[in-house]
Structure formats: C-alpha cells, structure tokens
C-alpha cells in the first residue's frame, strides 16, 4: 500500500535561512513525488514534482526538492527562507503500477520569522 | 486561464440533513476529484471521475456519500444524511488526465460545519 510520512508537524526558521521539509514515502515501483503548499483559506497549490530523470527539480517560488531513492525521501528545500512563505506544505505520492490514487501527508506548517 | 470553481463555500448545518458540493474544473480536464480534509490531516481522497465515469470510489462512505458527473463536466458531492463526523473542508480538483504524472489543480474548498 502507498503511504507518505511528514515527520515534523511545524518547522521553525528565521528569514534568509535555508529551510527544509521533510518527506518520505513508500510505494510499490517507480513514484510519482509532488509538493503542494496551502495558504490560509485557499487550495492546495501545485509547487513541484518528480517523475523521472535528475533527481533534483525545482519548482515555483525558488522552491526545490531531492528525490532520494534509496532513502525513500522527497524533501523540500529553499535556499533562502521568505516571510510569506508561511503555509501549510503537503507531500504526495501516487503510483505508476495499478492504480494512481495520489496519497497526502498530513502536513507540514512552516513558519518563518522575520 | 480559470480556475477549478466550487461553491459554497462555506455550509453549517445540522446532523441529519443533506448538503449538496458544487464544482466545475478547469476546461478540457478529463479528470475530477473529491477529497475531504479533516483539520490537521491531509486530503483524503473520496472519489475520482475520468470523464463521467467513476475511476475510484474506494473511501467513498457510499451509505450515505454520492458524487456525480453526468456530462463528463462538473460535479456535485451529496452527503446525506451528514453525522459529526463529516465536518471538514471537501477539496475538488481537476488534472488533465489520470495518470499519476499530472498535477493536481485544486479548488478553493468548501468548509463544512456539521452541528
């Protein structure tokens, strides 16, 4: 069965730090990884995603993250860490064996402190 | 471009009547899903449209949850009758296909409050 654990509730860094939200996950053959954030009182926004390829993509908002296969991990990093990016982060995963259901994590909340 | 549209969006009401989720995806997006998300958790998928045909239906409480996609356009999720339990923000989304490849677009989300 598919699953996807993000390990800290909140993350915690000061401006012009760089940040990182961790993620991993464990699926049956290839992943299909993304990163959604949600803003207060809005969906959920794509930000980026892997499907094949190098394992570093990078997305919106200066956002990139690390696909990690023999750690089963897809975190998400900033170089540089904005106020407004405060939000909600969610990873997801789906299969590219049988079904695509696509499986959410329970989220992240990223707070950054000017 | 539009954005996926769903309305309300937001519902209070009491357990043990019916509520009815409105949404229309992104044109041309094949693809439609329903997730329910409880504070504090992720969302949870309910149902999946391909077209009007249902792909996954497998977490739908099919008791008293029904969604449908007449015209392979939009959708409307029903609750009824709603318990406690259900009170959460029902997300919908659209792809332009199903395959697991594809991004998500997602809507703004109904919030509903069951009493």
């Known amino acids: 069965a598919q699953s996807v654990a993000q390990p800290e509730d909140q993350v915690n860094v000061a401006e012009g730090n760089p940040l990182t939200v961790k993620c991993t996950y464990s699926?049956?053959?290839?992943?299909?990884l993304f990163w959604y954030v949600q803003y207060p009182n809005r969906g959920l926004q794509f930000l980026l995603k892997?499907?094949?390829?190098?394992?570093l993509v990078k997305g919106s908002y200066g956002f990139e993250a690390e696909f990690n296969k023999s750690q089963t991990s897809f975190h998400l990093k900033k170089p540089s860490a904005l106020v407004s990016d405060s939000a909600l982060y969610f990873c997801a995963v789906s299969g590219n064996t049988g079904g695509f259901k696509t499986i959410f994590g329970a989220g992240t909340r990223l707070f950054v402190n000017a | 471009e539009a954005g996926v549209a769903q309305s309300p969006r937001y519902k209070i009401i009491e357990k043990r009547q019916s509520v009815a989720f409105w949404c229309n995806p992104i044109?041309?997006?094949?693809?439609l899903y329903w997730y329910q998300q409880i504070l504090g958790q992720g969302p949870k998928l309910l149902i999946q449209?391909?077209?009007?045909?249902?792909?996954?239906d497998s977490q739908l409480p099919k008791d008293r949850f029904s969604a449908e996609r007449l015209k392979g356009v939009d959708s409307t999720l029903k609750i009824q009758p709603a318990k406690l339990e259900d009170s959460a923000v029902y997300l919908c989304?659209?792809?332009?296909?199903?395959?697991?490849?594809?991004?998500?677009?997602f809507g703004p989300g109904t919030r509903l409050t069951v009493l």
């Open positions: 892997y499907i094949t390829g190098d394992n």
């Open positions: 044109s041309g997006h094949a693809t």
């Open positions: 449209f391909q077209n009007n045909g249902v792909v996954d």
């Open positions: 989304a659209s792809s332009p296909s199903g395959g697991g490849s594809n991004e998500q677009f």
């Open positions: 699926v049956s053959g290839n992943p299909y």
